[in-house]
């Protein structure tokens, strides 16, 4: 059965940078169009960056510029650096298939922006 693992949050100061990973096991994501997406308390979960099977991104505008979404086909993982971050960048991030049927949502990892 596939499983998600997200990592890489934290508590971080307005301004600073994180890096998050998400791994896959029992499948393989390198065909598929990958994404990461975030939830605020109290929001929806909205998608922030996506990366197609042939490394073209897309981001969110809240994001872009910001945001740079990469992946690692080799080890089954995808990456999101976070640069500049604000208050508003608070959320818990995961990752997931951006298009279609998706796997099983893993855990997040949680994200603070705050001074």
């Known amino acids: 059965q596939a499983q998600l693992v997200e990592s890489g949050g934290g508590l971080v100061q307005p301004g600073g940078s994180l890096r998050l990973a998400c791994a896959l096991s029992?499948?393989?994501?390198?065909?598929?169009?990958m994404g990461w997406f975030r939830q605020a308390p109290g929001k929806q979960r909205e998608l922030v960056a996506s990366?197609?099977?042939?490394?073209?991104?897309n981001y969110a505008d809240s994001v872009k510029g910001r945001f740079t979404i990469s992946r690692d086909n080799a080890k089954n993982t995808v990456y999101l650096q976070m640069n500049s971050l604000k208050p508003e960048d608070t959320a818990v991030y995961y990752c997931?298939?951006?298009?279609?049927?998706?796997?099983?949502w893993g855990q997040g990892t949680q994200v603070t922006v705050s001074s």
């Open positions: 997931n298939r951006a298009v279609g049927s998706r796997y099983s």
């Open positions: 029992g499948s393989s994501l390198s065909i598929y169009t």
């Open positions: 990366i197609t099977y042939g490394e073209r991104p």
